[in-house]
């Protein structure tokens, strides 16, 4: 395949969940990397970053996933996921999991060309306004591991104040963690439900149509608890708003 | 033994895990600022803003007479019949002799060393006031370091209900960085020849262990009172 | 230990069942959050002076051995006494000989984490001394025969009711409500303690090497009175609390009260070298500082030595959202929150179920975050989750669940199929888009939350297939 002379193009990663869980969220990170003119592949079996094994202590398996995914993108373009904590992965955990490896230099070459979703649009192409609209109202939870190991949360502010007809309302509690925490959440049911509620109590007051937020964990969790309380909010990934499909499904 | 145990475990130890040690503390510098707030115009301002927010209490007074005059106020208005206090000399308060024995306020006999401790501190124990000076004054947090020692007991600044502590402005210095480098330079190595104790106090004793709800006065004196001396440099 | 002989899922449960347990927390993690916050912000270069104590405490660690030897040798030189103790049974062992040959009947505690991580009191009471805690939070628990839920407010579970009842039955004072009655209530029974005792015990915030000092710091003044009223002082200090040189404190101290409770400077500071010299007239008269090992100079060859920078502020378990959910008896540790997580399965090792303490977190950061020495919790939760593994102690299900992940993330056919099934599975269970029970194992997650069901097509398939239709259509 042959490139146009500067066109961008990316490695899009949607991560499991969403390519399991929430496909339309893997579209619309497609649909906003391409109307900002960046050609976008993704490669045949890619699958897991390997954070759910890391997480639970399991590094062989870990590494094994891990390496798969080291080998798949190994020499490819930069490499964009729609998830601060699957990018955390890569990015901060990765090279503990790989050190003294032979996997020791692609993680490094990995690294340096690995982005989040927003961070990608923000910092690395410029764009502050992707031409989204959303009537209503909406508050925007900083998912934890993009915000305390990547820095995250600017760049979505940015681009969320640049949707049109859109009010963004202040989050009560907008960096506390929501308790998914993956495994956790199962595991820790009861600790994890506790921690959710007084995520659910923030977002009761802030009052707003939607809860956004950049990790599809984050929002499984935040959507689960407010269906099961018949709330009235929805939670949303923040390139679903972007990408004009918060009403792509129920 | 334990002594030698000890200390070959920590050399295997750090046998491997020095370099990523030392690797982290020249991470940053190691110099002390001397204080670390944004500076204040004022540090007699400053220095009365701070302990007035801790409920300390602050007397400006423009010499040691006025500063004598305050005392006897507060002495008065808590009715003391005895002092624990620093010796004189110590305190260096110009007409403080003079007025503990005009108001017929006696000093208590503060040594309790050697035998019969628990009687001397029982004779201690109902006195109302602490009467001490101060090594410095720290401006950005309202603190008070005291060094003691001989004729400078640690029970003049904790076993009564209130303490007066006499502080001068050309005592006074910006932050605790400051402070413990003026203690280092005035005192070289020797900080610890003459005395066991050098202590800061912020405020007067208190405790939020109930609920998370303050209360002065648990073990400490309940109230700090300082009188600080501002005289002009050229009048000392 | 009551805490031990129950399981952590049932300490865990109770924890999240106790409503004034839960006002308490919020009450006090929230005080305590906003308190920090306020005085950290206010610092000229709050990252500065954050990377300043890191380097202090990193620095003084990286030649722990030759400043520990320096400390011991100032504290000789200036008339004390030091008892390098390997273990907790060293350093009971030593006081208790002491007391017995000084003729001590009562002893004076203040607060200190390393007496409870030894279980100095009980030892004490077992050789027939009287052993007082002072430290008012520490008094409450003692009369309640509970131990500390938080190393800076180690009370704050107790409500004032329960206070009231404790002072009442203990003291034989009236019931009351007000705070401030029963804080005198608590100066005037403890007062009589100091004035009576032999001994005074206290923990330790900082070693100084160069001044052979223990700095010790409090709000009350009961460390004062501790350290200066009875005839005999001894101070416990866990080995790595050591800074290298005096100035330092300049640095620590601001870290520590601004992180711990928000204060510029705890209310008193006190740096103390050796016993009273000749002239003082209080002061001990004897000074005794046991270093405490207790598995320290093990932890620091390891990748956990990190956690030996910790100046016990207590900033991570206020933090902690996990923390403000169940508190620190959970834990079951004598350290608790985060911290705790990484320092009871290394300092307590034979306490039942240390090991499932590391898994009590969702790796959310908010630790490393506020921690004044930025001390990287959640990397050592990964690593203490992976020893367990290594160790044995995952469950059969989660094991088997990790061969089944790895067979699938790592073959392109079996995710697919997989993932089809799951898909397929989720709208036969799920109604109107959600889920609102999933089988064991996952069960778990519906107790309290839906689940969505799944759309037939994953975006590996819908890419394809996009794709495909794109190459028709430019051929």
């Known amino acids: 395949m042959t490139t146009k002379p500067g066109r961008r193009r990316v490695t899009l990663f949607v991560t499991c969940i969403v390519d399991q869980v929430y496909p339309g969220i893997g579209q619309a990170t497609a649909a906003l990397l391409e109307s900002q003119g960046v050609e976008v592949r993704v490669p045949r079996g890619l699958t897991c970053c390997g954070q759910m094994a890391f997480n639970a202590g399991f590094r062989d398996e870990a590494y094994a996933v891990a390496g798969r995914t080291i080998e798949v993108l190994r020499g490819s373009d930069d490499v964009v996921l729609p998830s601060g904590s699957c990018a955390t992965m890569i990015r901060h955990l990765y090279p503990e999991l790989f050190q003294r490896s032979p996997y020791a230099g692609p993680t490094a070459d990995l690294i340096s060309r690995t982005y989040e979703i927003s961070e990608y649009l923000v910092d690395v192409l410029g764009v502050a306004d992707v031409g989204a609209r959303y009537s209503g109202s909406l508050a925007y939870h900083d998912a934890c591991h993009g915000l305390r190991f990547l820095g995250l949360g600017r760049q979505a502010r940015t681009l969320l104040g640049s949707v049109a007809g859109a009010e963004v309302k202040p989050l009560p509690g907008h960096d506390q963690c929501c308790g998914f925490g993956g495994l956790f959440a199962v595991k820790q049911g009861a600790i994890s439900e506790a921690m959710l509620d007084q995520k659910l109590a923030g977002i009761a007051e802030a009052q707003a149509d939607l809860i956004v937020t950049g990790d599809a964990s984050c929002m499984t969790q935040i959507a689960g608890g407010l269906s099961r309380k018949g709330s009235k909010t929805k939670a949303r990934h923040l390139v679903e708003v972007l990408a004009n499909m918060t009403d792509a499904r129920q | 033994m334990s002594r030698d145990q000890i200390l070959s475990n920590l050399r295997t130890s750090l046998a491997s895990s020095r370099s990523w040690l030392a690797g982290e503390a020249q991470g940053a510098s190691h110099d002390i600022p001397p204080y670390v707030l944004p500076p204040a115009d004022n540090l007699a301002d400053q220095f009365t803003a701070e302990l007035r927010s801790l409920s300390g209490q602050v007397y400006r007074v423009g010499d040691d ?109 910006r932050g605790l960085g400051d402070a413990l480098a003026q203690a280092r330079s005035r005192y070289g190595d020797d900080i610890f020849t003459a005395t066991s104790n050098l202590t800061l106090i912020t405020g007067p004793s208190r405790t939020a262990d109930i609920e998370m709800t303050l209360s002065l006065g648990i073990h400490g004196p309940q109230e700090i009172h300082v009188v600080l001396i501002e005289q002009a440099a050229a009048a000392r | 230990m009551t805490t031990q002989s129950i399981s952590f899922y049932e300490r865990v449960d109770g924890a999240l069942h106790d409503a004034s347990l839960k006002t308490a927390l919020s009450r006090a993690t929230e005080r305590f959050i906003g308190n920090r916050a306020g005085a950290i912000g206010a610092l000229s270069d709050e990252a500065a002076l954050r990377d300043t104590a890191r380097a202090i405490r990193a620095g003084a660690l990286s030649r722990l051995d030759e400043l520990l030897a320096q400390l011991a040798t100032n504290v000789e030189s200036r008339g004390g006494t030091v008892c390098w103790a390997s273990d907790g049974e060293e350093a009971r062992t030593y006081i208790a000989e002491l007391a017995k040959a000084r003729g001590v009947r009562s002893i004076v505690k203040s607060k200190s984490m390393a007496s409870e991580e030894i279980h100095l009191n009980h030892a004490l009471e077992e050789a027939g001394l009287e052993v007082v805690e002072t430290d008012l939070g520490e008094y409450i628990i003692q009369l309640a025969g509970e131990t500390p839920s938080h190393i800076i407010a180690p009370s704050i579970h107790k409500t004032r009711e329960q206070v009231s009842e404790l002072f009442h039955q203990h003291l034989g004072v009236p019931l009351t409500d007000d705070i401030q009655t029963m804080t005198q209530t608590a100066r005037t029974a403890l007062r009589q303690r100091f004035l009576k005792a032999d001994m005074g015990i206290s923990g330790v915030n900082f070693g100084v090497a160069d001044e052979g000092a223990v700095v010790i ?49 705890s209310v008193y500071t006190s740096m103390i070298s050796g016993p009273a010299r000749s002239g003082e007239e209080d002061g001990p008269e004897e000074f005794h500082l046991v270093l405490l090992d207790n598995g320290r100079s093990k932890i620091l060859g390891g990748e956990y030595a990190e956690a030996l920078l910790c100046i016990r ?51 959310c950061g908010a630790c490393q975050e506020v921690c004044p020495v930025r001390i990287a919790i959640p990397d050592m939760l990964l690593r203490l989750r992976a020893d367990a593994v290594k160790a044995g102690k995952a469950h059969p299900v989660e094991k088997a669940a990790m061969r089944g992940y790895v067979m699938t993330m790592n073959n392109p056919a079996v995710y697919r199929a997989g993932g089809r099934a799951a898909r397929l599975g989720s709208r036969l269970i799920g109604r109107k888009g959600r889920i609102r029970r999933l089988p064991p194992p996952l069960s778990g997650w519906t107790h309290g939350r839906d689940f969505p069901t799944l759309s037939g097509t994953s975006f590996g398939e819908w890419w394809e297939e996009r794709e495909k239709k794109r190459k028709e259509a430019a051929q």
């Open chain 2, 65 to 173: 007479a006025g500063a004598v005059g305050q005392i006897g106020a507060i002495l008065a208005e808590k009715g003391a019949s005895q002092v624990i206090a620093w010796d004189m000399r110590e305190i260096g308060l110009a007409g403080l002799p003079q007025l503990l024995a005009a108001r017929g306020v006696a000093l208590a006999a503060t040594d309790i060393q050697g035998g019969g401790r628990h009687d001397r501190l029982q004779e201690l124990e109902p006195a109302s006031i602490c009467i001490s000076g101060v090594e410095a004054g720290i401006a950005e947090s309202g603190s008070l370091l005291l060094r003691h020692g001989p004729g400078r007991p640690r029970l003049a600044s904790l076993l009564a209900p209130y303490h007066i502590a006499v502080l001068r402005s050309s005592q006074l210095v």
């Open chain 3, 313 to 363: 502020c207590g900033a991570c378990l206020n933090a902690c959202p996990v923390y403000q959910a169940i508190g620190g008896h959970a834990y079951g540790g004598v350290y608790s929150g985060p911290i705790g997580a990484v320092l009871t399965p290394l300092l307590q090792p034979d306490l039942p179920e240390a090991y499932m303490l590391p898994q009590a977190s969702s790796l």
């Open chain 3, 217 to 265: 710091v409090e709000n009350e003044g009961n460390a004062r009175l501790s350290t200066t009223v009875p005839r005999i002082h001894v101070a416990i200090m866990g080995i790595e609390r050591i800074v290298a040189r005096m100035e330092d404190l300049g640095v620590m101290l601001q870290v520590l009260a601004r992180s711990a409770t928000g204060q510029k400077l």
